[in-house]
């Protein structure tokens, strides 16, 4: 990735962010615990997040213009294996689709619509446990934007001394307008493979010159015990 991509694509990007979730950071929300499963560690006791993401295109199709791209996907890569919240894997771990009612990122998603230099192109979530990194899953996504092209990916939360999240998403398509890369027929790969450190609540984002993902992890409240009377 080159610095003058970096430099570039921060400044806008990180005005967007902050004039749309100023007003969001530190919301949670109430939510059961489970019960456990076998081989997966003690759901009831483990903390719970609502995991929210939003993929976007970069329109400039100069970004990149200095890197070399791929031709194919990794045949083995984690999102071939990632986790599909309406399978019997998601109940297994216990994970499931995060209710529209408890988005919170609508205002990025508004922001990079009315953007010049990106389009969205996926908004979704889950509800998951934290569980260590040795055994909590990527969870699949993927979108298609038209002519543009489409996407594949997932996404992995995890949970031991500190929050974790990775990355592990595929751009797919033709060269954007006006830019001289030269794509084979079933279109550029575009990667974008990445694992940071998160802190809990806060708007973090993996870039790649071609798309980005924005992503929020946010602790959900324990239910309070209830007192018999």
């Keep these: 990735m080159s610095d003058s991509w970096n430099s570039r694509l921060i400044p806008p990007l990180l005005l967007i962010l902050w004039g749309a979730l100023a007003p969001l950071h530190a919301r949670t929300f109430p939510l059961a615990a489970t019960g456990t499963t076998a081989g997966i560690p003690q759901m009831s006791h483990r903390k719970r997040f ?19 791209w791929p031709t194919s996907r990794p045949a083995a890569a984690p999102f071939r294996h990632a986790l599909k919240v309406n399978g019997t894997r998601a109940y297994l771990f216990d994970v499931r689709p995060l209710p529209p009612t408890r988005e919170v990122l609508d205002g990025v998603w508004s922001s990079l619509e009315s953007s010049a230099p990106y389009q969205p192109v996926l908004h979704t979530g889950w509800i998951l446990p934290g569980l260590p990194i040795a055994v909590a899953p990527y969870l699949a996504f993927s979108a298609k934007d038209g002519k543009a092209g489409r996407l594949v990916g997932a996404v992995r939360m995890s949970l031991n001394r500190y929050l974790h999240a990775a990355v592990d998403v595929y751009w797919i398509g033709p060269a954007p307008k006006g830019s001289h890369e030269v794509c084979p027929p079933r279109g ?38 209830r007192t018999r009377g």
Excluded: Q
């Design 50 to 68: 609502a995991l929210e993401i939003i993929v976007f295109r970069e329109l400039d199709p100069s970004a990149g213009r200095h890197e070399i």
């Design 188 to 225: 550029c790969v575009y990667p974008l493979v990445e694992a940071m450190k998160i802190a809990p609540g806060r708007l973090v984002y993996f870039d790649n010159p071609r798309f980005g993902v924005i992503l929020e992890a946010r602790p959900l409240k324990r239910p309070s015990a």
